[in-house]
């Protein structure tokens, strides 16, 4: 069993920063895929970015290409999401996933942390 526990979202102006930080534990965190998604009101939810340790590369939604990166400490159990240039529409529920496969990871991991509001104003 895998448990991921996020850190606080909050509000902030558009144009601004925030970083997300997700800690996972029960399992060997390194061998494990990890992902952020989020979720809109009204939308459904969709990826935004996966981290692929084997080889240290990222996949990112266009959406977000060039203003999140996605990052992962593994003495630390933690993946971070940086998000900057920050825009109303990036104005989500976040989540961070898990998943031992790559290709189910960015489409249906198995594990999901609890959420975590980001609110941005314009």
């Known amino acids: 069993q895998v448990q991921l526990v996020e850190s606080r979202g909050g509000l902030v102006q558009a144009g601004g920063s925030l970083r997300l930080s997700c800690v996972a534990s029960g399992r060997t965190f390194s061998s494990y895929f990890m992902g952020w998604f989020r979720q809109a009101p009204g939308k459904e939810r969709e990826f935004v970015a996966a981290f692929d340790w084997r080889v240290g590369s990222t996949v990112y939604a266009d959406s977000v290409k060039g203003r999140f990166t996605i990052s992962r400490d593994n003495a630390k159990n933690t993946e971070y999401l940086q998000m900057n240039s920050l825009k109303p529409e990036d104005t989500a529920v976040y989540y961070c996933?898990?998943?031992?496969?790559?290709?189910?990871?960015?489409?249906?991991?198995?594990?999901w942390g609890q959420g975590t509001q980001v609110t941005v104003s314009s």
């Open positions: 996933a898990t998943d031992p496969s790559w290709r189910r990871v960015a489409l249906n991991p198995a594990y």
